[in-house]
């Protein structure tokens, strides 16, 4: 297949899918290797963002998601203004970052650190998608565990958990939010508004 070929079948790929489709399954599908398929990819990532498309393709760990430019958030928003998701709150951000340095985490641990009861800000962010269920922890009643998803990087802008902003001082035994944990959660504040036009999240968010 030759590198024009490839490239509008991706490009229609992964425009069709939506979300974001794991290397392997473009390998398997494309009858390519995993080193080319990711090469024809970031060429035309490179190439969307060199051009100041209204698209972006964006690596997510190991998947390819193709989405709108950040920069066309405020005419995307006007544009589809009754699909807008709410804000997340202050609560709910405070959740998400706990989650997302210290992961995975029981909700026993998010309300250690928090000092609230925090049963409802959890069933928020799976309804939005932005944490999942991970399984069990190995202890006397085996208590639920949480991530962030696929969907988190997307709304934040962030192609790993790598690129989470750095919180030096906190740790797993801290008993309230550390000051970077602060500027951390401005820093996705920011990032949420920057980015909330490549994520589709579903239901609202109803605390204040």
């Known amino acids: 297949m030759e590198l024009k070929e490839l490239?509008?079948?991706?490009?229609?790929?992964?425009?069709a899918a939506g979300d974001p489709m794991s290397v392997e399954r473009l390998c398997l599908t494309l009858d390519q290797d995993r080193e080319t398929v990711d090469s024809v990819c970031q060429r035309l990532a490179d190439n969307y963002s060199y051009e100041r498309r209204g698209i972006r393709l964006v690596r997510m760990e190991n998947s390819w998601q193709m989405c709108s430019a950040p920069e066309q958030a405020e005419y995307i928003r006007k544009a589809l203004e009754n699909r807008k998701?709410?804000?997340?709150?202050?609560?709910?951000?405070?959740?998400?970052?706990?989650?997302?340095?210290?992961?995975?985490?029981?909700?026993?641990?998010?309300e250690q650190i928090r000092g609230v009861d925090s049963s409802?800000?959890?069933?928020?962010?799976?309804?939005?998608?932005?944490?999942?269920?991970?399984?069990?922890?190995a202890v006397p009643g085996r208590p639920m565990q949480?991530?962030?998803?696929?969907?988190?990087?997307?709304?934040?802008?962030?192609?790993?958990?790598?690129?989470?902003?750095?919180?030096?001082?906190?740790?797993?035994?801290d008993?309230?939010?550390?000051?970077?944990?602060?500027?951390?959660?401005?820093?996705?504040?920011?990032?949420e508004s920057e980015g909330e036009s490549t994520s589709e999240p579903s239901g609202g968010e109803g605390e204040t």
């Open 7 to 15: 490239e509008s079948a991706i490009e229609g790929i992964l425009f």
């Open 85 to 110: 998701p709410a804000k997340l709150s202050q609560p709910a951000l405070e959740v998400l970052a706990i989650v997302a340095y210290f992961q995975p985490v029981t909700r026993a641990y998010i």
């Open 120 to 137: 409802y800000t959890v069933g928020l962010l799976l309804e939005r998608g932005l944490i999942r269920e991970a399984g069990r922890l």
């Open 146 to 173: 949480f991530r962030t998803t696929k969907d988190f990087l997307r709304s934040f802008g962030l192609a790993s958990l790598k690129d989470l902003p750095d919180l030096a001082s906190a740790s797993q035994e």
């Open 175 to 191: 008993l309230q939010l550390t000051m970077e944990m602060e500027t951390a959660l401005r820093r996705l504040r920011e990032a």
